[in-house]
């Protein structure tokens, strides 16, 4: 977390919700309340898990905030890092058998990296030519090389 | 009347005899039924894994081989086939009192041309070819199943390709347990052998018959736990029934197959790979086929 924003907590974080909750006029004062408390209840709860992962990952408890002390450590954890990109996700042949050409155009789209696109063509043995010049080329070079596996595979089987 | 289970890959290695010697030690041990290894096998692998080189060697001098039985009884009343068998294989140790027992019928280097003469033999009487090849294949399959009498299950150890005794085999077998190595000429060798299990011509129309009616399942086995070995497996799915249960790629396994005379329990016989046996026996042994034919018996 930035030295730039401060992480709400108790007292501080339930004015917040309400402050949030007062842009609803229509929602009545005791809706209001149970609101802001489930609000609490739900933050804490991610808090909880985040700190259990972070212990499994790490094998090491996470330290202790101190008590009584509104701590910026107490801040809500900072969104996880991307993890490595998986080369076999989607698993394009399967896309396309199961859900067809466009489905698996959709997939890909989620990709936005040329590296990463050549990596799971490679990865999944979907040849694609070394002179597709933009992603939407590559992607639909993927795409048809995973619909000639499909084809060659069925030739195969008589 | 004994459950028939194949084995089966037209391609070889894949595990086929691994796998069957370790499904007869899991259900006579676990499961308390007399087993019968029927190694169809040239390479004999099944065999040197349950009575080792020169058991093997003992049994082929006295003629008492898969290709002996075949040539000696084709023509003849099956009479007392126990003299062709040999019992109380492999090294895992029994209770004495437990009826579970591993017996084996030795397989045969001569089985091919054994199959060859048998052909000539019936070819002789005019039949055309189609017509002699049902004829062996059906004799064949009534020779293996007249074992079944004397066992609870009769574990099919088929060869690679396509011989008379494995498509015999593969006729009887009223489950068919297809292992494969993740590869990309596995996926080639699934489609065709499930369409000789199914008798069926085409994708198509093998696609129409629900996983569940099929006779065959097909068991992933050497497994790396490789993303790329994840991803065949769901394109597999997609076209044939797998087995939940998966055989990774272990040390142990290949070590519990040296051969080796001194009795073992489970335990000590498969070390790690014990719970995926144990996955492995209880997913086949419990399935609805099988299951009905225990009833029956």
Known sequence: MSKTTKALSGASQDAYFRRVLKAFPNVPDDVRDRLVQQLRREIAQVRLRTAIRRETLQGAPPPEPAQGVASTTAALPAAPAPGPFDPYSPNLIVVVRTSGREAALAALAAIDSADNLRLLAREQRLSIGADCASLAEMRAAIVTAAERRIANRKAAAS | ?????????????????????????????????????????????????????????????????????????????????????????????????????????????????????????????????????????SRMKRLMKHFGMDFDLVILDCPPGLSFAALAALDLADRVIVPFRPDFVSQFALDRVALMIEKVETGEQLADIPFEQRRYACLANTLRGEGAERMLLDQLA????????????????????????????????????????????DEVFGAPALRARTAQA
């Open chain 2, 1 to 137: 009347m004994a459950q028939f289970l194949a084995v089966s890959n037209r391609k070889g290695g894949v595990g086929k005899s691994t796998i069957a010697v370790m499904l007869a030690h899991a259900a006579a041990a676990w499961g308390g039924r007399r087993v019968l290894v029927m190694d169809l096998d040239t390479q004999c692998n099944a065999s040197l894994m349950l009575i080792g080189g020169e058991g093997w060697d003992k049994a082929a001098r006295a003629g008492h081989t898969i290709a002996d039985y075949f040539y000696d009884r084709f023509d003849k009343v099956a009479e007392d086939e126990s003299a062709y068998v040999v019992g109380n294989v492999g090294d895992i140790a029994h209770a004495r009192a437990a009826p579970g027992r591993v017996s084996l019928l030795p397989g045969s280097q001569r089985l091919e041309d054994i199959q060859g003469e048998l052909y000539l033999k019936v070819s002789k009487k005019d039949l055309d070819a189609d017509a002699v090849s049902v004829q062996v294949r």
């Open chain 2, 238 to 281: 997609l076209d044939h029934p797998l087995l939940d249960a998966r055989m990774p790629l272990l040390d142990s396994i290949a070590r519990a197959f040296d051969w080796d005379e001194t009795k073992k329990n489970m335990e000590e016989k498969y070390a790690d790979a014990l719970p995926h046996l144990r996955a492995l026996h």
